[in-house]
């Protein structure tokens, strides 16, 4: 079975088709990633996917059971969390603090507001802490931190809930070649039993990470394969490229 899956999802803004009939099955445990150039509709299909936006045709499903009806909240109470492309991390928490918070979050226990000891939000933040590469940083202020560490920070938070799927929006966006090497490194090391579907627009990441690989264009599924299909797909080469050269493309 699959850990998600969509059939038929469409969704339309005016006359323009974003997303069209896609149907995609995400295995358990997949590194899948989801890419195709400017406006093909991988944002759109993200939103279809979270629950941030309805479908005007089409299901979702999340571990077999059909979700397409339910909010992004209660989604993410059956196991689907995500990172945002947009930090929204609150200026004045500490990194640990913020992490604890949304450990915290997912414990349901009530806010109280004198200070207590909870061993086990605190040992969890910092285990989430150094999985994303965080633990000398626990400290800082989250303005304080790089772009890069921001985002491994949206990582973390993501994972507080323990999500049996993660959907990452362009977890490299912005960031730099050494930035985007130390966010590979950190993502190889999830743990195998999270399965992760990730829009990214960075192809050296793409090819790295995944083990499985969708192609959207004009809002299709043109393609999904294995790196080495999409790779190899005349389809796919001419979709972001016209009639330019492969390897212009595909460097690795
Ligand atoms: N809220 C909206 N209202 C109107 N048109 C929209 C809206 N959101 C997306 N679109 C259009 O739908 C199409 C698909 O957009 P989408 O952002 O999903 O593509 P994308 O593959 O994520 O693109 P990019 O790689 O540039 O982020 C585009 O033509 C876009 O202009």
């Known amino acids: 079975m699959s850990a998600l899956s969509c059939h038929g999802l469409g969704r339309s803004f005016g006359a323009l088709k974003a997303v069209s009939g896609v149907d995609l099955s995400v295995a358990p445990g997949a590194r899948h990633a989801l890419i195709g150039p400017n406006g093909a509709g991988k944002s759109t299909l993200f939103r279809l996917l979270t629950g941030t936006m309805r479908p005007d045709t089409g299901t979702v499903h999340l571990d077999g059971d059909d979700v397409t009806g339910l909010s992004e909240v209660r989604r993410c109470r059956r196991g689907m969390s995500q990172t945002l492309q947009h930090s929204s991390l609150f200026g004045?928490?500490?990194?640990?603090?913020?992490?604890?918070?949304?450990?915290?979050?997912?414990?349901?226990?009530?806010?109280?507001?004198?200070?207590?000891?909870?061993?086990?939000?605190?040992?969890?933040?910092?285990?989430?802490?150094?999985?994303?590469?965080?633990?000398?940083?626990?400290?800082?202020?989250v303005p304080a931190l790089s772009h890069g560490e921001r985002k491994q920070l949206e990582v973390a938070l993501a994972l507080a809930c323990s999500p049996a799927v993660l959907l990452l929006d362009e977890p490299a966006a912005g960031m730099s070649p050494a930035e985007s090497a130390r966010l590979l490194t950190l993502l190889t090391g999830l743990p195998p039993e999270v399965t992760v579907l990730f829009v990214e627009h960075d192809l050296d990441l793409v090819f790295d990470l995944a083990d499985r690989v969708t192609v959207l264009h004009l809002g299709r599924v043109l393609l999904t394969g294995t790196p080495d299909e999409v790779r190899a797909s005349d389809a796919v080469r001419e979709a972001y490229l016209g009639t330019a050269r492969r390897e212009e493309l595909f460097t690795g």
């Open 92 to 141: 004045s928490f500490t990194v640990a603090g913020t992490v604890a918070l949304a450990v915290r979050r997912h414990t349901g226990r009530a806010v109280r507001p004198w200070p207590h000891r909870e061993p086990d939000v605190t040992a969890r933040t910092d285990e989430l802490l150094t999985r994303l590469g965080l633990a000398d940083r626990a400290g800082e202020p």
